[in-house]
């Protein structure tokens, strides 16, 4: 079944104590990015992948990092996180960056203490 | 920088009418367009994706408009069931012309189908 994995899904932790969250598509898709929702503001692109190694911010990048060192996944990195970084995560991905419909994963729900 | 808004917020219809979804943006210099249902806590599905070359999509019950020059696409629902209750937001992809391939999303509006 094509689809785009998150874990975890749910992940409670303290201040400045570091985490990943992994995200793994299995459909080959060039493009991969994390999106951040919360309430009243929407869904914000934190990072995108255009391929393997080729990363870059999208519009709320502090305080994040992420890597593309294989096609399929794509882990963000909270070297040092804090408690405006709680926030619902999803990770998506697409076949190619312009003309392809986008696809989403179940979402991790990050609460920082 | 591209923004897109989504009218009405929230819209509360009985079971069995059509509606619209409205969606609008300010840089018609778009890829695409796509519409996404969310529930509650969830990840977000696909509906619909229309090529800024296209004017519609159809898929079931559902159709989408775009019309990139005046930056406005509509989602319609036809027959609407309880089932149809979630979030629909409006994502639209950058042109490489306005310095982004992002998705920029809407903020949603959030569809109650009464029984």
């Known amino acids: 079944e094509a689809q785009v994995t998150q874990n975890p899904r749910y992940l409670i932790t303290v201040t400045g104590k570091k985490l990943t969250v992994t995200c793994s598509q299995n459909?080959?898709?060039?493009?991969m990015s994390w999106y951040r929702q919360d309430p009243g503001l929407g869904l914000r692109q934190i990072y995108y992948s255009m391929n393997v190694e080729v990363t870059d911010k999208g519009d709320v990048p502090e305080g994040y990092k992420v890597s593309r060192k294989e096609k399929r996944n794509f882990p963000l990195i909270l070297e040092s996180p804090s408690p405006n970084q709680t926030s619902l995560y999803f990770c998506?991905?697409?076949?190619?960056?312009?003309?392809?419909?986008?696809?989403f994963g179940p979402g991790t729900r990050l609460t920082v203490t | 920088k591209q923004e897109v808004t989504q009218i009405p917020a929230a819209l509360s219809v009985p079971e069995g009418e059509n509606l619209v979804l409205n969606c609008s943006f300010t840089?018609?210099?778009?890829?695409?367009l796509q519409w996404f249902r969310q529930d509650p806590g969830k990840g977000l599905t696909s509906l619909l994706l229309?090529?800024?070359?296209?004017r519609e999509q159809t898929s079931g019950r559902l159709n989408a408009s775009l019309d990139k020059s005046s930056g406005r696409s509509t989602l319609y629902i036809a027959a609407s069931q309880p089932g149809d209750s979630a979030t629909y937001l409006c994502a639209v992809s950058g042109s490489a012309g306005a310095g982004s391939y992002q998705l920029t999303f809407g903020k949603g509006t959030k569809l109650s189908v009464i029984p």
């Open positions: 840089d018609s210099a778009i890829y695409n």
């Open positions: 998506a991905s697409r076949l190619a960056v312009t003309t392809y419909e986008q696809y």
């Open positions: 459909m080959n898709h060039e493009y």
């Open positions: 229309i090529q800024s070359s296209q």
